[in-house]
């Protein structure tokens, strides 16, 4: 069977390797994807940014593409983590939780992460909600990245609050959409979202990889 090639460009195998060795949710493929639609969205000059940062696996890929451009990559969560990463669910990692206050508590984790990577200067944390951060932001954005809450408050949330901010041109990336219900656990709220950016009529498919969705922005509105 012939090799299916990867998205281009890939990180430096420096990169690669933090990526790979650092907690988190995102396979391979869809970080290789997510680091060519970031390398792709630096370009414009604009701030990319993440909703759900865990403990900054996919955040390496994009501050890597942005340290590449002399941009700066943002990422936005509460530390606190996801319903369905709580204790007694399927996503739950012990080794997460803060034993002083008995929460999850991934803001340690997420520095080491970005500190053995060497991309501490490339990104700004925001720990906050992310309506709130939202409501908060002025400025345009290359491109947004939603990995946040699953469920329907959540991701609508998101993209209610941050994809106005995507530039002419810039890209909205959403990941774990599922458009068939038996594949996941953690629900179809970021499919939905999918499909109200698309009926929006804003933004243009450009590229699938697994889950991962990148859309352009290629009219107003929103
Ligand atoms: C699926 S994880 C992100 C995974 C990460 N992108 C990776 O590559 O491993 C979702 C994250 O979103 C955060 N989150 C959920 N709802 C949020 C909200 N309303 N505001 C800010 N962060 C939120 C959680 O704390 C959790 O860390």
Same mark, same amino acid.
């Given at each position: 069977m012939a090799a299916v090639a990867e998205p281009?460009?890939?990180?430096?195998p420096e990169i690669l390797a933090a990526f790979e060795a650092a907690k988190g949710f995102m396979p391979r493929g869809e970080g290789l994807a997510l680091y060519a639609a970031a390398?792709? *969205?630096?370009?414009?000059?604009? %701030?990319?940014?993440?909703?759900?940062?865990?403990?900054?696996?996919?955040?390496?890929?994009?501050?890597d593409a942005a340290r590449r451009a002399g941009v700066t990559a943002i990422t936005v969560d509460h530390h606190r983590g996801s319903e369905e990463q709580q204790p007694g669910w399927e996503?739950?990692? %012990?080794?997460?939780?803060? %034993?002083? /206050?008995?929460?999850?508590d991934t803001l340690p984790t997420?520095?080491?992460?970005l500190r053995r990577a060497g991309l501490e200067d490339h990104v700004i944390a925001v720990v906050g909600r992310s309506p709130q951060v939202a409501k908060a932001w002025g400025g345009a954005l290359g491109l947004v990245f939603i990995d946040g809450g699953h469920t329907d408050e959540h991701a609508t949330a998101d993209y209610e609050g941050w994809?106005?901010?995507v530039a002419e041109g810039g890209?909205?990336?959403?990941?774990? /959409?599922? %458009?068939?219900?038996?594949?996941?656990?953690?629900?179809?709220?970021?499919?939905?979202?999918?499909?109200?950016?698309?009926?929006?009529?804003?933004?243009?498919?450009?590229? /699938?990889?697994?889950?991962?969705?990148?859309?352009?922005?290629? *009219?107003?509105?929103?």
């Open positions: 281009t460009p890939v990180p430096e390398t792709e *969205a630096a370009a414009l000059g604009l %701030p990319l940014l993440e909703v759900g940062t865990y403990c900054g696996r996919s955040t390496i890929l994009l501050a996503y739950h990692d %012990p080794e997460t939780v803060d %034993p002083e /206050v008995g929460l999850m997420f520095r080491r992460t994809a106005p901010h890209l909205l990336v959403i990941h774990d /959409v599922f %458009p068939d219900p038996v594949d996941i656990m953690t629900g179809q709220a970021p499919y939905r979202v999918y499909l109200r950016a698309l009926e929006s009529g804003a933004f243009t498919e450009v590229a /699938v990889t697994d889950s991962l969705r990148v859309l352009r922005r290629t *009219a107003p509105g929103i």
